[in-house]
């Protein structure tokens, strides 16, 4: 199967978006695009750049306005490959509110698996499409900012845009 990539300028470093015809199916910050898509190559995936592409030209709005604080809401189409449990815990990241944080066994408790707290983590640190599913929005139970592929300066980052962002939107 095709999937057609390119590479992005963001306040959080090159970001690199990679769909197929239809889907959204990576966004890595920095590093992660490596492992990603070793990851793909494995599942059979063969990648090309590209310069225009409906997904990745909507993507990249939807990024721009995020960035800019004007987006709390991707629109995108997505499509996960991962085990049951990772769709599940990616699926339950999309549920955690713009501006908001969960902490990892909340995460596994909106799954109805309350024990697989450490299995969250793992699922996040897996997950194939950053910041459009917020894993970012994820911290420990102490309220400390832990785990995050592309870095926890990263992380605090995106968790302080859209505090902000959602600060300034309140009436």
């Not at 995108?76 to 490959?81: C, D, K």
Request: aromatic fraction near 10%; proline fraction near 5%; include cysteine.
């Amino acid at each position: 199967m095709r999937l057609y990539y390119q590479k992005l300028h963001s306040p959080v470093g090159s970001i690199y978006v990679a769909a197929d015809q239809k889907f959204l199916r990576i966004l890595a910050i920095g590093r992660h695009w490596d492992i990603l898509m070793r990851n793909s190559l494995k599942a059979g995936f063969d990648p090309i750049p590209v310069k225009e592409h409906p997904v990745l030209s909507q993507t990249k709005q939807e990024l721009d306005e995020y960035f800019a604080g004007q987006r709390t809401r991707f629109d995108i189409a997505l499509h996960f490959v991962g085990t049951k449990f990772q769709r599940a815990a990616w699926n339950a990241l999309l549920g955690i509110p713009y501006g908001e944080t969960r902490s990892y066994e909340q995460q596994a408790q909106a799954i109805e698996n309350p024990k697989a707290v450490r299995a969250i983590g793992r699922a996040n640190g897996q997950n194939p499409i950053s910041i459009i599913v917020p894993c970012h929005r994820v911290i420990g139970k102490s309220g400390k900012l832990t785990g995050y592929a592309s870095g926890l300066e990263n992380k605090k980052y995106l968790i302080e845009l859209e505090k902000k962002s959602f600060q300034r939107a309140r009436p």
